[in-house]
């Protein structure tokens, strides 16, 4: 098999066409764990705005074995399937044409629980006190992944409602997005049952979720009366109390937070044996843990993972352009995640509490159930805080990169003069002329300032940066260095200013060459009574 460029594979791509819409799947899903197939029907309501004679959709290792479309009970065409496997999309075509209006499609289908850990996948485990091998059944939807799953029309833009009913083994649990509405014998099987949800919120289909498989759950309400779930494997429910203790806790501190009620009735956290991201945020079917030190393990774990690639000359802005759903995957990467949420952590501080609370609320309140853009939320959170928001973060978010600022200072009669200067940081060293009209008006809208600071005695230290809040590294001088030393060793300095100027020195030092060795090792003996423990695996 041959593979083709990210180019070809831009140029080979285009859209569903608008002129059919779907605005609600009714999906039936059957699955075999003893196949690893299932069979599936989906009823799509669709309006067809402009006349045709053939319907495209999204479905990709899915075999549509009947097709069928129609307006009313008198009015049904049977459709016929073309494949393109390339595109990952079906055509159903139809002998009559369908004019303007409102119909219902329907497929009937089959498909493979596969075991890649996307779309309706299996994973297996053990079960307790044996070597019996069992399977459960998931789902991974996102980014462009459903269309394994059911055909469908697998863009944003198509966000609609969804009626999920999962007929399974009566043994297994059966468990999607929504609370159950019904739970009946299967009347084909008396062994198995038809367990149909509520009908869901509008939503994108890599929201989508359904599990079948042997489940314990341990549950409460939390105070604002929301249904939790906790279900992890069997015998082990009682490892789940404290992921719902939390959950019970979360979810209405968010509510609080961005003043938004959460709207499903429920929320089942999930512990699944194989799953390839590190989280999913299926609505209502989701996992969470805690973490200690958050924002010492931030710094740690977030925001220096970032500068590592953001430092190399091919890295990527955190807003960049998608022509095929196969290059999503491959922007899921520290740029987009790491120095996406440092950005906003940067914005939080910037604007404050208060106005960064209240610009999400009225963006969430506009945009829910919608599309939107980045430009909205930056004018949401402008002019809630009345701060340039838009020119100061398109800088981050639309360039690569980011700066480092270099020190230097003098003390004359109580005032300390700084003199700072920026570039982009690159990791080899070099200087890359293009790069240097990059602009990060956070800290600074030009490449050059003095800032003089009054009463301040010879042997006071200065810190560019506190905690570590604005992206860019520092490079200071052999004695402001030397200055550093002392709060360092006895640690009044944060944990995240601690790890940061290791963490900047090492990074001058080691990649671009910029910064002393000698530097480097009197400031690593001002760890040697170092008692946080992120701050020395960062140092390691």
């Known amino acids: 098999m041959t593979s083709r460029s990210n180019q070809e594979i831009k140029l080979l791509f285009e859209r569903l066409p608008r002129t059919i819409v779907p605005t609600h799947y009714d999906v039936i899903i059957r699955p075999h764990l ?39 009970p008198n009015d049904e065409q049977q459709g016929k399937i073309d494949y393109d496997k390339e595109g990952e999309r079906i055509t159903v075509n139809f002998d009559k044409k369908l004019e303007k209006g409102d119909y219902q499609l329907l497929l009937k289908f089959v498909g493979e629980i596969n075991n890649r850990m996307l779309g309706f996948y299996r994973t297996k485990y053990t079960v307790p006190d044996s070597d019996e091998v069992r399977y ?58 038809v367990t149909r949800f509520e009908r869901t919120p509008i939503m994108s289909t890599y929201l989508v979720a359904f599990v079948v498989g042997e489940y314990d759950y341990v549950e409460t309400n939390d105070s604002s009366g929301v249904s939790m779930k906790v279900y992890t494997p069997v015998g082990k429910k009682e490892h789940g109390q404290f992921a719902l203790d939390i959950a019970a806790k979360i979810l209405p501190f968010y509510a609080d937070y961005f003043n938004i009620k959460y709207p499903i009735a429920k929320a089942d956290p999930i512990a699944i044996a194989d799953f390839a991201m590190g989280a999913m945020e299926n609505w209502a079917v989701d996992k969470c843990y805690p973490e200690f030190d958050i924002w010492t393990q931030f710094v740690a774990d977030i925001f220096a993972r970032f500068l590592v ?31 996406g949420s440092s950005v906003i952590r940067m914005l939080h501080d910037c604007i404050g509490d208060d106005a960064f609370r209240q610009g999400l609320h009225n963006y969430l309140t506009e945009n829910s159930y919608k599309n939107t853009v980045t430009e909205n939320l930056w004018s949401h959170l402008a002019k809630a805080s ?7 973060m398109s800088s981050w978010t639309l360039q ?36 240097l009209q990059i602009t990060h008006q956070v800290l600074m809208d030009k490449h050059e300032i003095i800032i003089t600071l009054d009463n301040v005695s010879e042997d006071e230290w200065i810190k560019l940066n506190f905690n570590s809040i604005g992206l860019y590294r520092v490079k200071y001088e052999s004695k402001t260095l030397a200055r550093l030393s002392e709060p360092i060793a006895n640690k009044t300095m944060s944990p995240q200013d601690r790890l940061m100027i290791q963490n900047d ?20 003996l001002s760890h040697k009574d170092e008692d946080n423990f992120t701050v020395w695996k960062s140092i390691a």
């Not at 996102?142 to 198509?158: G, I, K, L, Q, V």
């Not at 807003?319 to 995957?329: D, Q, Y």
């Not at 009345?386 to 100061?392: I, L, R």
Request: proline share 6%; hydrophobic share 35%.
């Open 136 to 193: 459960e059944a998931s789902t991974q939807f996102d980014p462009a992944d459903c269309r394994r799953a059911f055909p469908y029309w697998d863009e944003p833009n198509f966000k609609t409602t969804f009626d999920i009913t999962l007929v399974t083994p009566k043994s297994l649990c059966a468990i999607s997005n929504m609370p159950i509405k019904s739970e009946n014998e299967y009347t084909d099987n008396k062994e198995w049952k």
């Open 386 to 392: 009345g701060k340039p928001v838009n020119e100061v």
């Open 34 to 72: 003893d196949t690893f197939k299932f069979n599936g029907d989906v009823t799509i309501h669709i309006q067809i705005k402009e006349p045709t004679d053939k319907v495209i959709l999204y479905a990709i290792e899915i075999e549509v074995d009947h097709a069928k479309i129609k307006s009313n």
């Open 309 to 339: 690639p953001d430092a190399l000359k091919s890295s990527h802005p955190i807003e960049v352009p998608i022509g095929h759903p196969a290059e999503i995957i491959e922007i899921f990467d520290a740029i987009s995640y790491a120095k």
């Open 505 to 524: 020195v090492a990074a001058l030092l080691c990649n671009a060459g910029h910064q002393s060795f000698v530097d480097y090792l009197k400031l690593l």
């Open 400 to 435: 690569m990169g980011y700066p480092l600022l270099t020190v230097t200072e003098e003390h004359t009669d109580k005032k300390r003069v700084l003199q700072i200067t920026q570039k982009r940081f690159i990791a080899d060293g070099s200087i890359d002329e293009e790069k």
